[in-house]
């Protein structure tokens, strides 16, 4: 599912990284040509609510592996939130002004931290007040972080996440729940960009997509076609922070080499830089994971958080 996400959120952002690294926020109705209107409605902001979800998730499971095996495991995650966010601060200052794990390890040390000493049906309860009030007061797409990693620690202390591939027609009945609602999101989001509900209509329709796309993962996932799916997906999600960081120096170094600005470069040219940068991505995770247990960006944060030197190479 990381991979998944990783790949879309690749796609989203190359022209903004592409543009001297500096944020281009445009309204999704206010694209010029089909090309635009299909990024604004199926693309764009609809890859980072996995993420965040998937966040929220891998806190919440990794506090529970920790929690017999560490004196203070708090002390542990909030080591791991700290170097999140001297790595995010950097690539903020360095590469792209549009950096998203700043923002994470800021959210995670203001609400995730703090939301391990509540009760998990205390969690489950602020998740979607988290998630409401951004829709309400149009607060933007980023607003819905804090709730979606909420929602994701719940879903892990509740034991949905254990029990999620056990079961077809779930995810199927509640991806089309979400379609159905995401059909007059979409409609709303497309209307005049001056409608001061149009970052309320953006962020919802967002939110509802990300889950329809979840769960039509989860879907395939109990197909034949599960071992493709993992194949593509899963070496870009096991070093997906590595990929993430590394996507924003591949797409400088293109950009360097294509000619025009950014903004003018065709969705083909757009998709066409997108699967290049994963080919050799994917292609780097799975040779660099047949010898090595984990990516090494992952490895320098487990140290981090860990306070000691674990294992990098595969036993044989």
Same mark, same amino acid.
């Given at each position: 599912?990381?991979?998944f996400?990783?790949? *879309?959120?690749?796609?989203?952002?190359?022209?903004?990284?592409?543009?001297?690294?500096? %944020?281009? %926020?445009?309204?999704?109705?206010?694209?010029?040509?089909?090309?635009?209107?299909?990024?604004?409605?199926?693309?764009?902001?609809? =890859? =980072?609510?996995?993420?965040?979800?998937?966040?929220?998730?891998?806190?919440?499971? +990794?506090?529970?592996?920790?929690?017999?095996? !560490?004196?203070r495991?708090?002390?542990?995650?909030?080591?791991?939130?700290?170097v999140?966010?001297?790595?995010?601060?950097?690539?903020?200052?360095? #590469?792209?002004?549009?950096?998203?794990?700043?923002?994470?390890a800021?959210v995670?040390?203001?609400?995730?931290?703090? $939301?391990?000493?509540?009760p998990?049906?205390?969690?489950?309860?602020?998740?979607?007040?988290?998630?409401? %009030?951004?829709?309400?007061?149009?607060?933007?797409?980023?607003?819905?972080?804090?709730?979606? =990693?909420?929602?994701?620690?719940? #879903?892990?202390?509740?034991?949905?996440?254990?029990?999620?591939?056990?079961?077809?027609?779930?995810? !199927?009945?509640?991806?089309?729940?979400?379609?159905?609602?995401?059909?007059?999101a979409?409609?709303?989001?497309? *209307?005049?960009p001056?409608?001061?509900?149009?970052?309320?209509?953006? !962020?919802?329709?967002?939110?509802?997509? !990300?889950?329809?796309?979840?769960?039509? #993962?989860?879907?395939?996932?109990?197909?034949?076609?599960r071992?493709?799916?993992?194949?593509?997906?899963?070496? +870009?999600?096991?070093?997906?922070?590595?990929?993430?960081?590394t996507?924003?120096?591949?797409v400088?170094?293109?950009?360097?080499?294509?000619?025009?600005?950014?903004?003018?470069? $065709?969705?083909?040219?757009?998709?066409l830089?997108?699967?290049?940068?994963?080919?050799?991505?994917?292609?780097?995770?799975?040779?660099?994971?047949?010898?090595?247990?984990?990516?090494?960006?992952?490895? +320098?944060?487990?140290?981090?958080?860990?306070?000691?030197?674990?294992? #990098?190479?595969?036993?044989?």
């Amino acid at each position: 599912m990381r991979g998944f996400a990783l790949c *879309g959120i690749l796609l989203v952002n190359i022209q903004p990284i592409a543009n001297l690294g500096r %944020v281009v %926020v445009r309204h999704p109705a206010a694209a010029e040509g089909a090309e635009g209107a299909w990024m604004g409605l199926f693309v764009e902001q609809r =890859f =980072f609510p996995i993420f965040s979800l998937l966040f929220g998730i891998g806190f919440s499971l +990794l506090l529970s592996s920790v929690t017999d095996r !560490a004196a203070r495991p708090r002390l542990l995650l909030l080591r791991r939130l700290a170097v999140l966010l001297g790595a995010g601060l950097v690539h903020h200052v360095l #590469l792209w002004e549009g950096d998203i794990l700043a923002v994470y390890a800021v959210v995670g040390l203001l609400v995730l931290l703090p $939301s391990t000493w509540l009760p998990r049906w205390a969690v489950a309860g602020l998740a979607p007040v988290l998630l409401a %009030v951004p829709l309400i007061v149009g607060g933007g797409s980023f607003a819905l972080v804090p709730g979606l =990693f909420l929602l994701g620690s719940a #879903l892990t202390r509740y034991g949905v996440i254990d029990r999620i591939e056990r079961s077809t027609w779930v995810p !199927a009945v509640l991806g089309l729940a979400l379609a159905a609602g995401a059909v007059p999101a979409l409609w709303w989001q497309s *209307g005049d960009p001056g409608d001061p509900g149009s970052a309320r209509a953006f !962020a919802l329709a967002g939110l509802l997509l !990300a889950g329809v796309y979840i769960c039509a #993962l989860l879907v395939l996932l109990r197909t034949p076609l599960r071992p493709v799916l993992q194949a593509v997906f899963a070496p +870009l999600g096991r070093m997906a922070l590595t990929n993430y960081l590394t996507a924003t120096v591949l797409v400088l170094a293109v950009n360097h080499i294509l000619s025009g600005p950014p903004q003018s470069w $065709s969705l083909t040219t757009v998709v066409l830089i997108a699967a290049a940068i994963l080919a050799v991505q994917w292609l780097w995770s799975t040779l660099w994971l047949r010898r090595y247990r984990q990516g090494p960006l992952e490895w +320098l944060w487990r140290w981090a958080t860990w306070a000691r030197r674990p294992p #990098l190479r595969r036993t044989l």
